[in-house]
Structures are given as structure tokens and as C-alpha cells.
């Protein structure tokens, strides 16, 4: 499995406007090949929002980053610093439930 996490500010928009954005996008994102699940993140007090990705594989992660929905999730006129990070899940002793 493989991980990416982007953290991102907002400039312009409110909380109800960025939920209309991510509504928008949820479709596209749930029909990504190897996309297991993905979870909106939210820090009030710093005004910083997120999102945390989890894929099957290294290869379905690539390909996400590579693809034009990745880049239009970033490129909105009120997503502001944006700085994205991702990890590796290493499967030592992890169960099957």
C-alpha cells in the first residue's frame, strides 16, 4: 500500500464552498483505479485543510500523480500553499481484517 497526504490553505472561499468543490470531485476520485479510500482533513484553528489517499500500490499511486485529476485538485484559485508528501506502508505483520 502506498500513502499521500496534501495539506493545503484556502483563500477566498468558506467551509461551505470548499465542501461544494470536494462534492464535485468525489466522483472522479472514486472511480480511481487502486484509490482504497481517501479522507478529508480540516485544522480550523490554522486554517489548513487536507486530504489523506491510500492506495493498493505503489504503481496505482503513480499513476494518480501523473494523471490530470491530480493536477486539477491542486490548480483551483483558492487552494493556496499547497505541499503534498508521500509514504510508504510497510506490511510487516499487518492483518488481514
Known amino acids: 500500500m502506498h500513502a499521500l497526504v496534501v495539506l493545503y490553505g484556502l483563500r477566498g472561499i468558506g467551509t461551505a464552498a470548499h465542501a461544494e468543490l470536494a462534492d464535485q470531485?468525489?466522483?472522479a476520485l472514486a472511480?480511481?483505479?487502486g484509490l482504497v479510500s481517501r479522507m478529508q482533513?480540516?485544522?480550523?484553528?490554522s486554517?489548513?485543510?487536507g486530504i489523506f489517499y491510500l492506495f493498493a500500490s505503489r504503481p496505482d499511486f503513480d499513476r494518480f500523480v501523473a494523471s490530470e485529476l491530480?493536477?486539477?485538485?491542486?490548480?483551483?484559485a483558492a487552494v493556496t500553499e499547497v505541499a503534498a508528501?508521500?509514504?510508504a506502508i510497510p506490511d510487516r505483520g499487518r492483518s488481514s481484517q
Open 25 to 27: 470531485l468525489a466522483p
Open 85 to 87: 508528501s508521500d509514504f
Open 47 to 49: 486554517g489548513r485543510h
Open 70 to 76: 491530480y493536477g486539477v485538485t491542486h490548480e483551483h
Open 31 to 33: 472511480a480511481v483505479p
Open 41 to 45: 482533513l480540516e485544522n480550523t484553528a
